[in-house]
């Protein structure tokens, strides 16, 4: 199996009472991720906070891989 690749976007998502980071594939194909996955930041986390953090991660992460156990070896 071949190596996949998504583009991903960052989003301040509120679930519950504290803000968390939603990851979003933003590039069209194989999904390589479940579409609910998040990120659940530290009590206390402001929202000014999560924006920043999702900030920074969308300017610094280029994308997700999926790496079959074949191809890392």
Do not use: C, H, W
Not at 24 to 53: H, W, Y
């Amino acid at each position: 199996m071949p190596t996949l690749r998504a583009q991903v976007t960052f989003r301040v998502k509120e679930p519950g009472a504290e803000p968390a980071i939603s990851v979003e594939q933003s590039s069209k194909g194989v999904e390589i991720f479940p579409e609910n996955l998040v990120f659940d930041l530290k009590p206390g986390t402001s929202m000014k906070d999560a924006e920043r953090i999702a900030n920074y991660l969308n300017e610094n992460i280029k994308g997700i891989l999926q790496i079959s156990v074949s191809d890392s070896s």
